[in-house]
């Protein structure tokens, strides 16, 4: 049960830089999705183009672009609770907002459905081998970490990435990572350097990967250490979903989570995935996150969570998009106020390749690799030109333009 592994983040200097050409993407759309009932933007939903692998998700201010190397006719916009959105894309479109509708619950399933959730889990778990691919797979992905002192950004760094992720019957341990191209931004007041080594990188999805690594939550020790719960059902892309939630049922000397699962009732698929740390016990979960701090620095974790989503394509489900949020307070001893840190990891798969070529040794990403110290500086305005990313929000645009001043 102590599967959340430990990685990187790391306020230091960049100093390398790894570029490699990509596809030439010149055909994009962008725009914004909105609530239907409230106008409100709406984050992290799935925009992808239906027939090819390309695709992405919206920022926190509901923004969005995607580029294709043909011109897009169609669009898919997906989200949990949401109806399954697909529209057309007219010829010389350069923007498409696009207002999403909640799926209303029919009235007899609005209820907690009943049933037995640890039957429910053991099936889906053992359906992995019929859901999931078998056979390696190279994915394309866009990765960005950055980190907030209060709600000011002192570190922001983005990367593509290639993941070669083994067959769902293999071991987490087979799967890598390799930077493509990858760019890092850091605050030069000497005051914001934070020596604490946390969870980071590209790698963090492969390890946590729930259906493929189920020593994170989902191992046989579950009806162990959980109280499992039926939740009321939710719908993702049309299809109604069994919500089974996790709950920790004893003391132990280590950490566990909340959790949430998604499960399609008709392929019996996971499609979401919700965690969230149990701080209940301070101790034992700093001992989770953290590698080293230090001497005299007091860390103390305030929340940690995870989001991952799986999408059935041609058939299988893959993870789709991932996200991580920590929360923490640092302060030294005899200080008498303490700063608050946030560092949020969102990567979302954007491509998958044709031609499968595992990651070589001398490439790969390793989990104690650094990524700010594999990456160029924030400059060229294109550097994303020819790549799907995650539009950054106008805040983070901001946040770039302030820090840029700094390296002047």
């Avoid at 759309?29 to 692998?53: F, I, L, N, Q, Y």
């Avoid at 799967?175 to 850091?186: F, H, N, T």
């Avoid at 953290?290 to 007091?298: D, E, I, S, T, W």
């Amino acid at each position: 049960m102590r599967g959340f592994a430990k990685c990187i983040m790391s306020l230091g200097l960049a100093v390398l830089s790894f570029v490699a050409a990509g596809q030439e993407l010149v055909h994009s759309v962008r725009g914004r999705v909105t609530d239907a009932s409230t106008g409100k933007p709406v984050e992290s939903v799935a925009v992808s183009v239906p027939g090819r692998h390309f695709a992405t998700v919206t920022n926190a201010d509901g923004e969005y672009v995607i580029k294709s190397d043909r011109p897009i006719s169609e669009l898919n916009f997906s989200f949990l609770g949401y109806r399954l959105e697909k529209r057309r894309v007219q010829p010389g479109t350069e923007r498409l907002d696009v207002r999403i509708k909640s799926q209303a619950l029919p009235l007899n399933e609005s209820f907690a459905i009943t049933g037995d959730p640890w039957h429910i889990l053991k099936e889906a778990m053992q359906s992995v081998g019929d859901n999931y691919p078998l056979e390696p797979e190279l994915l394309e992905c866009f990765y960005r970490e950055t980190v907030r002192k209060r709600s000011r950004y002192i570190y922001i760094s983005e990367a593509v990435a290639r993941l070669y992720k083994t067959g769902y019957n293999r071991s987490v341990k087979a799967d890598k990572a390799a930077l493509e191209k990858s760019r890092v931004l850091l605050s030069q007041h000497r005051k914001d350097t934070l020596s604490i080594k946390m969870m980071g990188g590209p790698t963090q999805p492969l390890l946590l990967d729930v259906v493929k690594n189920p020593e994170v939550i989902l191992d046989q020790d579950i009806s162990r250490y959980y109280i499992l719960n039926m939740g009321s059902m939710a719908y993702i892309d049309d299809r109604p979903q069994f919500v089974i939630k996790a709950v920790p049922a004893e003391k132990t000397d280590f950490a566990l989570y909340y959790g949430t699962f998604y499960i399609d009732m008709e392929t019996m698929a996971f499609t979401r995935a919700e965690l969230q740390l149990d701080l209940s016990d301070k101790a034992a979960a700093t001992r989770l996150i953290l590698v080293k701090k230090p001497r005299g620095l007091r860390f103390t974790p305030k929340q940690v969570s995870l989001v991952m989503n799986y999408t059935c394509k041609d058939g299988k489900y893959r993870l789709s998009y991932f996200r991580s949020d920590i929360h923490f307070n640092c302060d030294w001893k005899k200080r008498l106020f303490a700063t608050s840190y946030s560092v949020v990891n969102e990567l979302v798969i954007t491509d998958r390749r044709e031609e499968v070529q595992p990651i070589s040794r001398d490439e790969m990403f390793k989990s104690s690799d650094i990524l700010s110290e594999k990456s160029a500086e924030f400059s060229d305005p294109d550097y994303w030109k020819d790549y799907n990313i995650i539009e950054p929000t106008e805040s983070l645009e901001h946040a770039i333009g302030k820090l840029k001043k700094t390296l002047k």
